[in-house]
């Protein structure tokens, strides 16, 4: 797994050479400072801390201070952790840059989504929308909580409430372009969270290599066992 | 500058022609016949357009047989070759979809004269000269 924060920039699109458009997130990666190196003997697991983003000491908490200053590394906005197999091969003070990732290869994007306050069913469920006309009043209501036999509300009914403002993760995006000079990574598709959105786009995760090709094996031969399930049924 | 749309600036192509709604022009569009390919010209009105920077599409609209025909290019696209401008028009609207509704005489749009334009040709066309000076290949326009 491989691992570097970022800040997303924006999205735009790009041309392929037949006239294909791709819709690219350009997201803001790296470079990141490696802040602690965690090992077995000591904390009991192998793992390496990464700054991203310098910001002012005055604006950086005292203890959080303290350790950046232990290993004389400037003040960084975002830290985080990222788990390794195997003893950490960087030393703290290295840099990582978006070089550690290729082009083609398949990433994870976490980001914040943006908040949209106490939310209807409509926009927070996809639930569908009544008619608007002949009289009807039910035009974005819910519907029915239950029947009258069960007397209850399910738990986990889908109703409305407060929607957004949440982590989300973005799997699977291919890198389609790596611009090392400005430190930039393209990515085929969308990232939750606003532009210059600071802390959403906070890493691009690549999920482990050999897990991947079989998530879509798992999903296709679900579907393809509904399928013949359902002719079942008819007959 | 905000750097997507320096990216967008680095991503397009240098220049695209100065198109207004209302104008004339032919789309030298490159099209694939079997393993050939080919450059059609799509000559209409500027109806529409929409998007910023490399995102930018125009929508064209002409009369084929007595059939209304729209297409969408995309300005920056690697296969639109080239844009020209036939004919200015002078419209008063931003969207002309009231085009749609309309057959034969009444698809009139008066031409636009004058200064301006004469000005803006002009220098389209010092812009075009330029341009095929610093490439080494000229400009490729099928007619």
Same mark, same amino acid.
């Given at each position: 797994?491989?691992?570097i924060?970022?800040?997303k920039?924006g ?15 350009v997201?803001?990666?790296g ?6 190196v &965690?090992?077995?003997d ?5 793992a390496?801390?990464l $700054?991203f ?7 950086c908490?005292?203890?959080?201070l303290?350790?950046f200053?232990?290993v ?17 091969a960087?030393? #703290?003070?290295?840099?990582?840059r978006?070089?550690? =990732?290729k ?14 306050g106490y939310?209807? +069913?409509i926009?927070?469920?996809? =639930?569908?929308? $009544?008619p ?9 209501d ?5 029947s ?13 409430g ?19 000079e &400005?430190?930039?990574?393209? @990515? ?9 959105? =600071?802390g ?12 991947a090709?079989p998530q ?9 066992g509904?399928a013949p ?6 007959k | 500058?905000?750097l997507i749309?320096?990216?967008?600036? *680095? @991503? ?5 022609? +100065? /198109? ?5 022009? *032919?789309v030298h ?8 390919? !080919?450059?059609? @010209? ?9 998007? !910023? ?8 609209r ?6 209304g ?8 696209s690697?296969r639109?070759?080239d844009i020209? /401008? ?6 008063r ?7 749609r509704? &309309? #057959?034969g005489?009444?698809?009139r749009?008066?031409? @636009?004269?004058?200064?301006k334009? !004469?000005r803006e040709?002009? =220098?389209e ?10 490439s080494?290949t000229?400009?490729e326009? $099928?007619?």
């Amino acid at each position: 797994m491989t691992l570097i924060l970022g800040r997303k920039l924006g999205m735009t699109q790009l041309f392929a050479e037949d006239g294909t458009v791709t819709g690219v997130t350009v997201v803001a990666a790296g470079p990141c400072v490696v802040t602690q190196v &965690r090992t077995k003997d000591k904390e009991g697991y192998d793992a390496i801390q990464l $700054g991203f983003e310098d910001v002012p000491d005055k604006r950086c908490a005292k203890p959080q201070l303290g350790a950046f200053r232990k290993v004389n590394v400037a003040p960084k906005r975002f830290l985080r952790e990222e788990r390794l197999q195997a003893p950490a091969a960087v030393k #703290v003070g290295d840099l990582l840059r978006c070089d550690v =990732f290729k082009v083609g290869q398949k990433v994870d994007v976490v980001g914040t989504m943006k908040g949209r306050g106490y939310a209807g +069913t409509i926009k927070r469920h996809n =639930f569908q929308r $009544g008619p608007e006309t002949h009289g009807c009043m039910n035009v974005r209501d819910p519907g029915s909580l239950a029947s009258k036999r069960i007397g209850k509300v399910v738990k986990g009914k889908r109703l409305g409430g407060h929607y957004g403002a949440s982590r989300e993760t973005s799997k699977n995006l291919t890198v389609v372009r790596i611009d090392l000079e &400005r430190n930039l990574l393209f @990515l085929k598709g969308s990232v939750a969270g606003p532009n210059d959105g =600071f802390g959403p786009v906070q890493s691009a995760r690549t999920p482990p290599q050999k897990k991947a090709p079989p998530q879509q094996p798992k999903a296709a031969a679900g579907a393809k066992g509904a399928a013949p399930a359902k002719q079942e049924k008819k007959k | 500058m905000h750097l997507i749309e320096k990216l967008e600036r *680095e @991503l397009g192509k240098k220049k695209t022609p +100065t /198109i207004h709604v209302g104008d004339t022009v *032919e789309v030298h569009y490159l099209i694939k016949e079997g393993d050939k390919e !080919r450059v059609q @010209l799509f000559i209409g009105m500027v109806i529409a357009h929409k998007g !910023r920077g490399i995102r930018r599409m125009v929508t064209v609209r002409r009369i084929v047989q007595g059939e209304g025909v729209e297409r969408s290019f995309p300005m920056h696209s690697p296969r639109v070759k080239d844009i020209t /401008i036939t004919r200015r028009g002078k419209v008063r609207r931003a969207k002309l979809y009231f085009m749609r509704d &309309r #057959v034969g005489k009444q698809t009139r749009v008066t031409e @636009l004269l004058g200064d301006k334009v !004469r000005r803006e040709r002009e =220098f389209e066309k010092a812009l075009r000269a330029s341009m095929d000076e610093a490439s080494a290949t000229p400009v490729e326009v $099928g007619s």
